[in-house]
Protein backbone atom coordinates (compact mmCIF):
# COMPACT_ATOMS: atom_id res chain seq x y z
CA UNK A 1 0.00 0.00 0.00
CA UNK A 2 1.08 3.47 -0.73
CA UNK A 3 0.61 6.59 0.98
CA UNK A 4 -0.02 9.88 -0.89
CA UNK A 5 1.34 12.92 0.72
CA UNK A 6 0.30 16.18 -0.08
CA UNK A 7 2.50 19.60 0.47
CA UNK A 8 3.33 22.50 0.03
CA UNK A 9 6.47 21.92 -2.00
CA UNK A 10 4.64 19.51 -4.20
CA UNK A 11 3.57 15.55 -4.21
CA UNK A 12 4.86 12.61 -2.40
CA UNK A 13 4.49 8.97 -2.24
CA UNK A 14 5.42 6.77 0.87
CA UNK A 15 5.08 3.03 0.38
CA UNK A 16 6.32 1.69 3.73
CA UNK A 17 10.36 1.61 2.90
CA UNK A 18 11.01 4.84 1.59
CA UNK A 19 9.06 8.59 0.53
CA UNK A 20 9.54 9.70 -3.12
CA UNK A 21 8.75 12.71 -5.35
CA UNK A 22 5.74 12.13 -7.66
CA UNK A 23 7.13 14.65 -10.62
CA UNK A 24 5.44 14.06 -13.57
CA UNK A 25 3.11 17.76 -14.75
CA UNK A 26 5.80 19.39 -11.63
CA UNK A 27 3.20 17.94 -8.97
CA UNK A 28 6.77 17.27 -6.97
CA UNK A 29 7.63 21.11 -6.96
CA UNK A 30 3.84 22.67 -6.87
CA UNK A 31 2.08 23.53 -3.72
CA UNK A 32 -1.12 20.79 -3.42
CA UNK A 33 -3.93 21.22 -1.89
CA UNK A 34 -6.15 18.09 -1.40
CA UNK A 35 -6.15 14.64 -2.61
CA UNK A 36 -8.94 12.33 -3.10
CA UNK A 37 -9.01 8.72 -4.63
CA UNK A 38 -12.44 7.18 -6.47
CA UNK A 39 -14.03 4.21 -6.36
CA UNK A 40 -11.80 3.10 -9.09
CA UNK A 41 -8.42 3.87 -7.40
CA UNK A 42 -7.60 6.83 -9.46
CA UNK A 43 -5.89 9.81 -7.27
CA UNK A 44 -7.56 12.83 -7.60
CA UNK A 45 -5.04 16.19 -6.87
CA UNK A 46 -5.62 19.60 -6.54
CA UNK A 47 -2.63 21.85 -6.92
CA UNK A 48 -1.95 25.77 -7.44
CA UNK A 49 -1.59 24.96 -11.17
CA UNK A 50 -4.74 22.95 -11.45
CA UNK A 51 -6.28 19.13 -11.10
CA UNK A 52 -4.41 16.45 -11.65
CA UNK A 53 -6.13 12.76 -12.30
CA UNK A 54 -3.44 9.87 -11.87
CA UNK A 55 -4.59 6.27 -12.27
CA UNK A 56 -2.82 2.82 -10.78
CA UNK A 57 -0.59 3.16 -13.94
CA UNK A 58 1.04 6.29 -12.37
CA UNK A 59 -0.26 7.96 -15.93
CA UNK A 60 -1.33 11.63 -15.11
CA UNK A 61 -3.74 13.98 -16.67
CA UNK A 62 -4.31 17.16 -16.28
CA UNK A 63 -8.15 17.40 -15.91
CA UNK A 64 -8.69 20.85 -15.76
CA UNK A 65 -5.60 24.04 -15.24
CA UNK A 66 -5.89 27.24 -13.41
CA UNK A 67 -5.62 30.25 -15.58
CA UNK A 68 -2.13 31.39 -16.02
CA UNK A 69 -2.79 34.78 -14.08
CA UNK A 70 -4.47 33.01 -11.04
CA UNK A 71 -1.73 30.79 -10.84
CA UNK A 72 0.02 32.55 -7.62
CA UNK A 73 -1.82 32.83 -4.10
CA UNK A 74 -0.62 36.10 -2.64
Known amino acids: KRAWLATQQ ?4 YDAHSVS ?3 KFDLG ?5 CIV ?9 GAQSGIYKID ?3 TCQLVAQ ?9
Open 10 to 13: GLLI
Open 21 to 23: VFD
Open 29 to 33: KSPIY
Open 37 to 45: KDAQSNIWV
Open 56 to 58: ANY
Open 66 to 74: KPAHQMFVY
